[in-house]
C-alpha cells in the first residue's frame, strides 16, 4: 500500500511545470529527486534547485506542494543541494521537450570539458543546422545563454551545462 501511496504521490509532484519553461515538467529537468511516504503517512517530495541562486525553487516547491495537496496528500518539501543537480540530469524527454520549445539543450553534459569551457557546437533548435553564434552569455534567464543561427537567423536561447 505504501509503495502505491509513493507512485501516486510521485506522479502527481512529477507533473509540476517549471515555471520559466513551462515545456518541461520537474521530473524531466530532474530537480525533483524523490517522493516517499514518511512513517506519518506525509509525502515527502526532496527537491533540488538547478542552481543555489535559481529564483524559481520557492515557486517550484510552492507548485510541488499544492501538487501533492490536490492529489489527497499531506505534503513535505525538502530542499537537497548535495549533490548538487546537473544538466546531465535532464531526460532524454526532457531534452526533445525543450527542443520542440525551441530551446536547445545542454550539449555533452557537465563532465564534458568541452561544454564547461565554452569549445561547444550548438545545434539550432529550429533547423537544425549547427552554424551558430553565441549572442550573449545570458539569455531570458541565467541558465541560458542566446544564441542565433547562422543558417535561419532565428534566435533562440541554449540551456548551458552545469
Given at each position: 500500500?505504501?509503495?502505491?501511496?509513493?507512485?501516486?504521490?510521485?506522479?502527481?509532484?512529477?507533473?509540476?511545470?517549471?515555471?520559466?519553461?513551462?515545456?518541461?515538467?520537474?521530473?524531466?529537468?530532474?530537480?525533483?529527486?524523490?517522493v516517499d511516504i514518511d512513517n506519518q503517512g506525509?509525502?515527502?517530495?526532496?527537491?533540488?534547485?538547478?542552481?543555489?541562486?535559481?529564483?524559481?525553487?520557492l515557486a517550484i516547491e510552492l507548485a510541488i506542494?499544492?501538487?501533492?495537496?490536490?492529489?489527497?496528500?499531506?505534503?513535505?518539501?525538502?530542499?537537497?543541494?548535495?549533490?548538487?543537480?546537473?544538466?546531465?540530469?535532464?531526460?532524454?524527454?526532457?531534452?526533445?521537450?525543450?527542443?520542440?520549445?525551441?530551446?536547445?539543450?545542454?550539449?555533452?553534459?557537465?563532465?564534458?570539458?568541452?561544454?564547461?569551457?565554452?569549445?561547444?557546437?550548438?545545434?539550432?533548435?529550429?533547423?537544425?543546422?549547427?552554424?551558430?553564434?553565441?549572442?550573449?552569455?545570458?539569455?531570458?534567464?541565467?541558465?541560458?545563454?542566446?544564441?542565433?543561427?547562422?543558417?535561419?537567423?532565428?534566435?533562440?536561447?541554449?540551456?548551458?551545462?552545469?
Open positions: 500500500m505504501v509503495a502505491f501511496q509513493a507512485r501516486r504521490a510521485w506522479e502527481a509532484a512529477a507533473a509540476v511545470l517549471d515555471p520559466e519553461v513551462p515545456a518541461v515538467t520537474v521530473a524531466d529537468l530532474g530537480i525533483l529527486r524523490a506525509r509525502a515527502v517530495a526532496q527537491v533540488t534547485p538547478t542552481y543555489s541562486g535559481c529564483p524559481a525553487v506542494e499544492a501538487a501533492l495537496r490536490q492529489a489527497g496528500f499531506d505534503p513535505v518539501i525538502e530542499r537537497v543541494l548535495a549533490p548538487a543537480w546537473t544538466t546531465d540530469w535532464i531526460t532524454e524527454e526532457g531534452r526533445e521537450k525543450l527542443r520542440a520549445y525551441g530551446i536547445a539543450p545542454p550539449v555533452d553534459g557537465s563532465s564534458s570539458k568541452r561544454a564547461l569551457f565554452g569549445e561547444i557546437t550548438v545545434v539550432c533548435p529550429r533547423c537544425a543546422a549547427t552554424d551558430t553564434s553565441k549572442l550573449s552569455e545570458f539569455g531570458s534567464t541565467a541558465c541560458k545563454a542566446q544564441y542565433r543561427c547562422n543558417d535561419c537567423h532565428e534566435p533562440f536561447d541554449y540551456f548551458k551545462c552545469i
